[in-house]
């Protein structure tokens, strides 16, 4: 689970850093490569988190996560050391391994809502989308499983990641707000298999985000995944949430 919490603190810096200038990747089959961060290889890694055992340390290679704006680094990403950065590339893929474990840029997903249908025409004529709020697991059955199926995906379970949800939540208690909010947060992981035994796993990031002073909410989602050939997915898996 700590290397989930690592891997996963890049993007949560994208997600919440951009707050409502962030780009909106309703469509779930591209891939949108506007990130503002990039990553960059950090020749002394240093991990001051003290929960990470020397063994797991010598496993990981740090990456430093780097600002488009100011070509600054923001942060330092440890992964598995068999995995390297992927250049720009129309699969949408962040991480790569020699061995086949495919690791996915982010896509994210958010909508407005209020029960002041005017205030709803406004926000959709910004260009906002607008729609009623689901719960993650409607968004799972209705969202996320009808896309899996048409490209060819089984779904095999889920299961919740409440430290993940815990973290999104302390980090975004550290960021300025202009107007009064409630932000709640759930994290849910759904474990796939392709037609040809290929597995994957999808982390959904759900929010939802009430304005008591000028009424509606955001609400909406980050779904970051990654796929393993049969053999290796488990391993691969644990080297993401480290079970």
């Known amino acids: 689970m700590k290397t ?4 996963l603190c890049a993007t949560t810096l994208v997600l919440f850093s951009c707050g409502q ?25 240093e991990f001051n988190e003290t929960k990470i055992s020397h063994t797991e340390k010598e496993n990981l290679k740090g990456y430093k996560v780097m600002s488009k704006q100011f070509g600054i680094p923001v ?11 992927k ?3 129309k699969e949408g893929i962040l991480f790569q391994s020699h061995d086949g474990v495919k690791v996915y840029g982010e ?3 958010s909508y407005f809502y209020s029960n002041n249908q005017q205030l709803n025409y406004f926000t959709q004529q910004s260009g906002k989308p607008v729609a009623p709020v689901k719960n993650v697991n409607s968004v799972i059955q ?12 089984k779904l095999l379970k889920q299961f919740s990641l409440p430290e993940l ?6 980090f975004d208690s550290y960021l300025f707000k202009g107007i009064p ?25 759900y929010f939802t985000n009430q304005y008591p002073s000028t009424g509606g909410m955001d609400w909406g989602y980050t779904l970051n995944a990654m796929g393993a050939p049969a053999n290796i997915y488990e391993n691969a898996k644990k080297a993401l949430l480290m079970l």
Not at 142 to 151: F, G, T, V, Y
Not at 185 to 198: K, M, R
């Open 181 to 205: 909010e409630n932000k709640q947060f759930q994290c849910i992981a759904t474990e796939w298999e392709d037609q040809n035994g290929e597995k994957s796993i999808g982390i959904i990031r």
């Open 165 to 170: 949800a815990q973290f999104d939540k302390r």
């Open 21 to 45: 200038n962030q780009t909106n990747h309703n469509d779930l089959a591209e891939f949108d490569d506007d990130s503002e961060y990039y990553f960059q290889d950090n020749d002394t890694p």
């Open 4 to 7: 989930l919490i690592y891997f």
């Open 75 to 85: 942060g330092i990403m440890p992964i598995p050391k068999h995995w390297n950065v």
């Open 142 to 153: 209705e969202d996320i499983l009808p896309h899996a199926k048409s490209q060819g995906l």
């Open 107 to 109: 896509r994210f997903v």
């Open 87 to 89: 250049q720009k590339n």
